[in-house]
């Protein structure tokens, strides 16, 4: 089972594990997420953040994850394996998006139940990832989401996303803005392993230097809980 992607020459303002990432499987419910014992960083948020193309840039490649051409519509986690030498040594999880008004509301609900039971039970999570348009900032349903994660216990790291599209004086007010709001209201969420906030864009590289070092280090010091009978990485469930 495999996805081809496109793989860029490799970037020096990335982390060289991270664009060792090739296409694991793709899930679209509990059972059929595979267990290891590799640790796992979750990529969300809603649709039209730019969570696809954050992910390709980190990876330096141009179309390991897909974004959807009906926004809101693809109801799967695809997962990514990385690693050195053949060895895996973590895992990327890339959720759908969400926040799509079209999508059915049973679609949602289902997706919704999924969603909550990944990011608060999954035991091999070490960390979340949530994209954020710098430009609209938190919203009703990132802060759901969040809410969703919180039992977890793990730190949450936001990219920014599209700063770009702000001058560097609006970039630093919206990300300041964007702090004070997750010291504000973060310990009300539930959210107790820690949070922080950085500017980001895909387009002209922005912030990937500081952002490939976190999440590689996130991977480099988790440590996912290990799977009863785990079956090789190349296996599912």
Not at 8 to 29: G, H, K, M
């Amino acid at each position: 089972m495999g996805n081809p992607s496109k793989t860029a020459a490799p970037s020096p303002d990335t982390s060289v594990l991270l664009q060792s990432a090739r296409f694991l499987t793709t899930a679209a419910e509990w059972s059929q997420l595979p267990r290891h014992d590799l640790p796992e960083v979750a990529f969300v948020g809603r649709s039209n953040a730019g969570k696809s193309s954050a992910i390709n840039v980190l990876c330096g490649q141009r179309r390991l994850a897909f974004a959807s051409k009906t926004p809101g519509r693809t109801q799967h986690i695809n997962l990514f394996t990385v690693g050195m030498g053949g060895l895996a040594q973590g895992v990327l999880a890339d959720l759908p998006g969400y926040g799509y008004a079209s999508v059915p509301l049973a679609t949602k609900q289902r997706w919704q139940r999924f969603i909550a039971h990944y990011l608060a039970e999954r035991e091999q999570l070490v960390g979340l990832v949530l994209i954020v348009d710098i430009r609209h900032g938190l919203g009703a349903l990132d802060w759901e989401l969040l809410r969703y994660f919180a039992p977890a216990g793990l730190p949450v790291h936001l990219l920014l996303t599209k700063a770009d599209k702000l001058s560097r004086n609006q970039q630093l007010r919206q990300a300041q803005a964007v702090r004070d709001e997750l010291q504000r209201n973060a310990a009300r969420a539930g959210l107790l392993a820690g949070t922080s906030a950085q500017v980001f864009s895909s387009s002209t590289r922005i912030g990937l230097v500081e952002a490939a070092a976190l999440i590689e280090e996130w991977l480099a010091n988790g440590r996912a809980a290990p799977a009863p009978s785990a079956p090789e990485i190349g296996d599912t469930a």
